[in-house]
């Protein structure tokens, strides 16, 4: 798809005006920016990199998991928890299926309420683009961002000339995945006009073990089994996959978000089974302990397990209180990370930009006028599946109606 980009980088840069500027070309920025131009405001959108949308392309597998049917307010982490409820309320995922319904762009739901695109993603970021085409907006690629000031409005200095504007709307993302571009420029910005800012922390990530337990992890690197997976008041039951530095997986991933140092995690791993009564019925067998927990695990972990925990041996040599702790050992396996994989290996950045200092409907800074925070630079994370993007597409349109 053509972008009005480049065109002035041929005939110089001076002092361009227009009602919003929009920093980031992301799902948040995209969104606001296609939402505001529907109003007839005049609308540039200011990207660092050379392509828009690029942790949309990488997302879901190359798929983009787009939204999730069940999204709401429950599903989501801040200081304040109920921030996102107007957003979401005046958005729901229904509007954006409605739009992606209305492009012909064919998806299914994979599982637990999470829609992906049959294609690939790039279908959703030519949706956006194609939004904005619509409405007139400029989008300029390659565009670094310097100062930030305001005077009458904003004046935004770049490597492509100031861009003046009496709405300035931050949606540069949050710290994850710094090979896709992502910086501190949205906090940053933030500071200089006295926003505050909840401490930031790798989010939907892997966690990591110490060096005396990486050896278990890493010969049974690439196992999955589905487990619950519980920390403090937080629980799901998904996948765990076996990495060679600790665990990942749904399971984690979404744990992580609860996670902090020096907490353990609780881990069941056979969630759908009751592993007393299995070891209670095999009692008295000659079949091995190994055996009979293969049933119910990969024979690879239950091999590892075994070897690390209650060495196998026929099940008619166990007596009645040792089958009674291996279960209870099963059902909770508790296991205490030393880390997490940091922003390179996170899917979002938990904290950010303090809620107590936003507009909930508009995004608005309180004592701002004109100035908006968008997407994962706000305070405000979903579970993984879907809800960060729904939370990208409310926030964007809530600020897109206003700025």
Request: hydrophobic content about 45%; glycine content about 12%; proline content about 4%.
């Amino acid at each position: 798809m053509a972008l009005s980009v480049n065109a002035a980088a041929r005939q110089g840069w001076g002092s361009m005006t227009y009602d919003v500027v929009v920093l980031g070309a992301g799902a948040a920025g995209l969104m606001c920016a296609a939402e505001a131009s529907r109003r007839g405001r005049r609308v540039v959108v200011l990207e660092r990199n050379e392509a828009p949308g690029k942790k949309i392309l990488i997302s879901g597998g190359g798929r983009c998991n787009f939204t999730n049917l069940g999204a709401g307010p429950g599903n989501y982490y801040s200081q304040n928890p109920d921030f996102c409820r107007s957003a979401l309320a005046a958005y729901p995922p229904e509007r954006f299926i409605a739009l992606v319904e209305s492009y012909g762009i064919a998806y299914h739901e994979k599982k637990l309420g999470q829609l992906f695109c049959d294609g690939s993603a790039q279908q959703i970021v030519d949706m956006l683009l194609r939004e904005c085409a619509a409405g007139g907006v400029d989008v300029r690629l390659g565009c670094q961002v310097g100062a930030v000031s305001r005077r009458d409005g904003f004046a935004v200095e770049t490597s492509q000339g100031v861009f003046e504007s009496d709405s300035l709307v931050v949606a540069t993302g949050g710290l994850s995945i710094p090979k896709l571009g992502a910086t501190g420029l949205g906090y940053s910005i933030a500071k200089r006009f006295g926003l505050r800012r909840v401490e930031t922390r790798p989010g939907l990530v892997p966690l990591t073990v110490d060096a005396e337990s990486q050896p278990f992890f890493a010969a049974l690197s690439g196992v999955a089994v589905e487990a619950k997976v519980a920390c403090g008041r937080c629980a799901f039951v998904e996948n765990v996959l076996v990495t060679h530095r600790g665990l990942s997986g749904p399971a984690i991933l979404q744990v992580s978000n609860c996670w902090r140092e020096g907490d353990a995690l609780a881990i069941d791993l056979a969630p759908h089974a009751d592993m007393g009564a299995v070891l209670a019925a095999a009692a008295g067998q000659s079949r091995e302990l190994v055996t009979v927990l293969a049933e119910h695990l990969p024979r690879r972990f239950a091999q590892a397990w075994c070897a690390a925990f209650a060495p196998s041996r026929p099940m008619q040599r166990y007596q009645a209180h040792e089958l009674e702790r291996i279960a209870e050992r099963l059902h909770r396996w508790e296991l205490r990370p030393a880390g997490t994989a940091g922003y390179g290996k996170a899917e979002v950045t938990l904290g950010g930009v303090d809620t107590r200092d936003l507009q909930s409907k508009t995004m608005e800074a309180r004592e701002m006028p004109g100035l908006y925070f968008i997407g994962e630079v706000v305070d405000v994370t979903g579970w993984l599946g879907g809800y960060n993007f729904q939370w990208a597409w409310a926030s964007g349109a809530a600020a897109g109606r206003h700025a």
